[in-house]
């Protein structure tokens, strides 16, 4: 059995100052943030390293659609998303800026003469994790990207590299050609079945990154208008070498888990629940800032009420009241993180504050799961049971454990 199954063993251990039922549902039905508090979610926040792929590449040349189709966002939401951060660079922050766990750097200069790395290095310097160099597989006029490249890998060698050589079909012979199935460039290779012509231009642009240790990834992410099947051609590769390069569990906690309840409202729910739950772990786990069980309450009422947003619904006393009492209320009463070193003093400060957060964050993280499916069924108009609520809640928070363990613990 997970460990994050077994959740009722922590259930009334804990002191709990919001162990009355309806003092946490007031706290989160009308929250009363004090500057404090506001305080301290600021300070988890900037605790937090957000990873950050940062995309070189000209433009035009796909930076956009790996976004999009990484995270599952639309055109309108990147672009409207992105702020700059430095003069010559442009960031995403997804799902938005308060609960973003992943971050996307757009260096937007590349195409301007004379353009200097430095800057954009230097607001990289403690945050970038991955770059990922972004070239049409047909495009040989790579000196801007390749120079910027130089740069930041002269400076940071250890920084992992993707080359996404991308619109492989501007490299096939006729419009009529489809994708290649089964994919043809595993394992860093290029099948013969694959176009002589770009064939030859894949293998080309490889040459450019002689002594620099690159993992190249052939993908076409394109459109439905577009006509190719599938449209996210590559992105299993892609996730490979992303996953192998920076084994965050990244993928899983961006695909989420749809399961039975297949809907825009779930998935759209499901990047804020990944983002406020990390906050509530680090909130529970991370010994300085001093954040209370009171952060961890005003980080779950955001949850709450962004699921509601999402949902189009109000968020009742009823609806919250209808979970807690199917959940118990025993299981809050686990999320005291530092009164779990009371518990465990043999595991040491720092194994316990990361059960704490782990814990905290996979109660967080089921609790907006359940709300989602409390909201989802009352859309339906279908009538909701304790034991399907206690269900899903048991699901999810084992679910969660194990989504969030590693960026959790990684941080304490």
Same mark, same amino acid.
């Given at each position: 059995?997970?460990?994050?199954?077994?959740?009722?063993?922590?259930?009334?251990?804990?002191?709990?100052?919001?162990?009355?039922?309806?003092?946490?549902?007031?706290?989160?039905?009308?929250?009363?943030?004090?500057?404090?508090?506001?305080?301290?979610?600021?300070?988890?926040?900037?605790?937090?390293?957000?990873?950050?792929?940062?995309?070189?590449?000209? #433009?035009?040349?796909?930076?956009?659609?790996?976004?999009?189709?990484?995270?599952?966002?639309?055109?309108?939401?990147?672009?409207?998303?992105?702020?700059?951060?430095?003069?010559?660079?442009? !960031?995403?922050?997804?799902?938005?800026?308060?609960?973003?766990?992943?971050?996307?750097?757009? #260096?937007?200069?590349?195409?301007?003469?004379?353009?200097?790395?430095?800057?954009?290095?230097?607001?990289?310097?403690?945050?970038?994790?991955?770059?990922?160099?972004?070239?049409?597989?047909?495009?040989?006029?790579?000196?801007?990207?390749?120079?910027?490249?130089?740069?930041?890998?002269?400076?940071?060698?250890?920084?992992?590299?993707?080359?996404?050589?991308?619109?492989?079909?501007? &490299?096939?012979?006729?419009?009529?050609?489809?994708?290649?199935?089964?994919?043809?460039?595993?394992?860093?290779?290029?099948?013969?079945?694959?176009?002589?012509?770009?064939?030859?231009?894949?293998?080309?642009?490889?040459?450019?990154?002689?002594?620099?240790?690159?993992?190249?990834?052939?993908?076409?992410?394109?459109?439905?208008?577009?006509?190719?099947?599938?449209?996210?051609?590559?992105?299993?590769?892609?996730?490979?070498?992303?996953?192998?390069?920076?084994?965050? $569990?990244?993928?899983?906690?961006?695909?989420?888990? @749809?399961?039975?309840?297949?809907?825009?409202?779930?998935?759209?729910?499901?990047?804020?629940?990944?983002?406020?739950?990390?906050?509530?772990?680090?909130?529970?786990?991370?010994?300085?800032?001093?954040?209370?069980? &009171?952060?961890?309450?005003?980080?779950?009422?955001?949850?709450?009420?962004?699921?509601?947003?999402?949902?189009? !619904?109000?968020?009742?006393?009823?609806?919250?009241?209808? @979970?807690?009492?199917?959940?118990?209320? $025993?299981?809050?009463?686990?999320?005291?993180?530092?009164?779990?070193?009371?518990? @465990?003093?043999?595991?040491?400060?720092?194994?316990?504050?990361?059960?704490?957060?782990?814990? #905290?964050?996979?109660? #967080?993280?089921?609790?907006?799961?359940?709300?989602?499916?409390?909201?989802?069924?009352?859309?339906?108009?279908?009538?909701?049971?304790?034991?399907? !609520?206690?269900?899903?809640?048991?699901?999810?928070?084992?679910?969660?454990?194990?989504?969030?363990?590693?960026?959790?613990?990684?941080?304490?």
């Amino acid at each position: 059995m997970s460990k994050f199954t077994n959740w009722k063993s922590w259930s009334g251990k804990i002191s709990n100052p919001f162990s009355n039922t309806s003092a946490y549902i007031d706290k989160i039905i009308k929250p009363q943030v004090d500057k404090a508090a506001e305080d301290k979610i600021k300070a988890i926040h900037e605790r937090l390293p957000v990873p950050v792929f940062w995309l070189l590449g000209k #433009t035009q040349s796909g930076k956009s659609s790996i976004i999009r189709t990484l995270t599952g966002s639309s055109a309108a939401e990147i672009g409207n998303g992105f702020k700059p951060c430095t003069r010559t660079a442009m !960031l995403f922050d997804f799902p938005d800026a308060e609960t973003a766990f992943l971050r996307f750097l757009d #260096t937007r200069g590349l195409s301007e003469k004379g353009y200097d790395a430095s800057e954009d290095m230097k607001w990289c310097e403690q945050q970038a994790h991955l770059v990922i160099v972004v070239i049409k597989a047909m495009d040989h006029q790579q000196e801007s990207v390749l120079s910027a490249l130089k740069q930041v890998h002269k400076a940071h060698p250890k920084w992992p590299i993707i080359v996404a050589q991308t619109a492989l079909h501007e &490299g096939y012979p006729g419009r009529a050609m489809a994708h290649i199935q089964p994919y043809p460039f595993a394992d860093g290779r290029i099948s013969e079945s694959v176009p002589a012509d770009l064939r030859c231009s894949l293998l080309k642009q490889r040459e450019y990154f002689a002594g620099i240790a690159a993992t190249f990834v052939p993908l076409d992410f394109t459109l439905p208008e577009d006509d190719y099947a599938p449209a996210d051609y590559g992105l299993d590769a892609l996730w490979d070498a992303i996953e192998l390069v920076l084994p965050l $569990g990244l993928r899983a906690m961006l695909e989420g888990h @749809i399961g039975a309840i297949n809907d825009v409202y779930w998935q759209a729910a499901h990047p804020h629940i990944i983002g406020y739950a990390i906050s509530a772990g680090l909130a529970a786990a991370i010994p300085v800032p001093a954040a209370s069980l &009171g952060t961890v309450v005003a980080i779950q009422s955001k949850l709450f009420h962004s699921i509601a947003h999402v949902y189009g !619904l109000p968020l009742t006393k009823q609806s919250i009241r209808e @979970i807690i009492s199917a959940v118990g209320m $025993g299981v809050l009463a686990g999320m005291g993180g530092r009164e779990l070193l009371k518990l @465990i003093p043999a595991y040491g400060q720092t194994v316990a504050l990361s059960v704490a957060g782990v814990y #905290t964050a996979a109660v #967080t993280y089921a609790l907006g799961k359940t709300l989602c499916f409390y909201f989802s069924k009352t859309q339906q108009g279908k009538a909701l049971q304790a034991d399907k !609520l206690r269900e899903v809640f048991n699901a999810e928070f084992a679910r969660g454990g194990e989504l969030l363990r590693n960026s959790i613990k990684k941080q304490v």
